[in-house]
C-alpha cells in the first residue's frame, strides 16, 4: 500500500511536469510514464486514462475554489439590500479566503487556466462565470426589487460576471507570489463591486408603466 501510494504521487510529479511543458492535448503519456519509470500500464490502473491523470492534479483545488465560493455566495443570500451600503474593504476577508483557495496549490491552478485544453476540464473560467452569474442574478434580482421602476440589466449582469472571473484569470496568470497577490485583490474587488452597483439596474418601462 505504501509503495502503491509512492508510485501514485511520483507518477503526478512526472505528470504535473509534463503537462506544464507542453499542455494536456500534447503531453505524452509515455514520456510522464518514462520519467517516473514506470508503464503506461501504471496510468490506466490508477487513473483510468489521460484526463484521470490531469484530473488527480486539478480536482482538489477545483473542489476548494467551488467550496470557498458557495460558502460566501450563502452569506450573501442572507443580505438584506433595503438597507445596503456597500462600505471600502467589506469585502477583504472573502478576498483573503479566495487568494488562499487559489493559490494553496498555485500550480494546480495555472494548469486549469492555461494548460487544459483538449481535457474535461478545458474552458474552466467559463464554467465557474456560469456558476457566478446563476448566483448574482438571483442577488441583483434581490437588489433590483428595492428599486422601484427598475429591472435587472441582463447585458451588464453577464459582463461584470465576466469580469469578475477574468479578474482573476489575470491575477494567476501575472502574479505568482500569494502575498502579492493579497495585495493586488481588495482593489480588484472595490472596482467590480463599485461597478455592480452603479450598473446592475436599468429603468424598467413595464415598472414605469410605460
Not at 157 to 166: E, G, P
Not at 175 to 200: C, K, N, Q, T, Y
Request: aromatic residues 10%; proline residues 3%.
Amino acid at each position: 500500500m505504501i509503495n502503491e501510494e509512492a508510485t501514485k504521487q511520483r507518477l503526478l510529479r512526472c505528470a504535473a511536469e509534463e503537462f506544464m511543458t507542453y499542455g494536456f492535448e500534447k503531453a505524452s503519456l509515455r514520456r510522464i510514464c518514462s520519467a517516473a519509470g514506470l508503464t503506461t500500464g501504471a496510468v490506466y490502473f490508477m487513473f483510468g486514462d489521460k484526463n484521470g491523470l490531469f484530473g488527480a492534479l486539478v480536482e482538489p483545488t477545483l473542489i476548494r475554489l467551488t467550496e470557498t465560493l458557495k460558502s460566501h455566495f450563502a452569506e450573501d443570500q442572507t443580505e438584506d439590500f433595503t438597507a445596503y451600503i456597500h462600505e471600502p474593504g467589506d469585502h477583504d476577508a472573502f478576498a483573503a479566503q479566495l487568494v488562499s483557495a487559489l493559490y494553496a496549490d498555485y500550480d494546480s491552478v495555472l494548469l486549469l487556466l492555461t494548460r487544459a485544453e483538449g481535457s474535461n476540464f478545458a474552458n474552466i473560467a467559463d464554467t465557474v462565470i456560469a456558476m457566478v452569474e446563476s448566483h448574482m442574478h438571483a442577488l441583483a434580482k434581490k437588489y433590483v426589487d428595492t428599486m422601484p421602476g427598475k429591472r435587472i440589466n441582463e447585458y451588464m449582469h453577464h459582463w461584470l460576471c465576466h469580469l469578475s472571473v477574468m479578474a482573476f484569470v489575470h491575477l494567476i496568470t501575472h502574479v505568482r507570489d500569494e502575498e502579492e497577490a493579497l495585495r493586488r485583490v481588495p482593489p480588484m474587488f472595490e472596482h467590480i463591486i463599485s461597478g455592480w452597483i452603479m450598473f446592475i439596474a436599468e429603468d424598467d418601462p413595464d415598472r414605469n408603466g410605460k
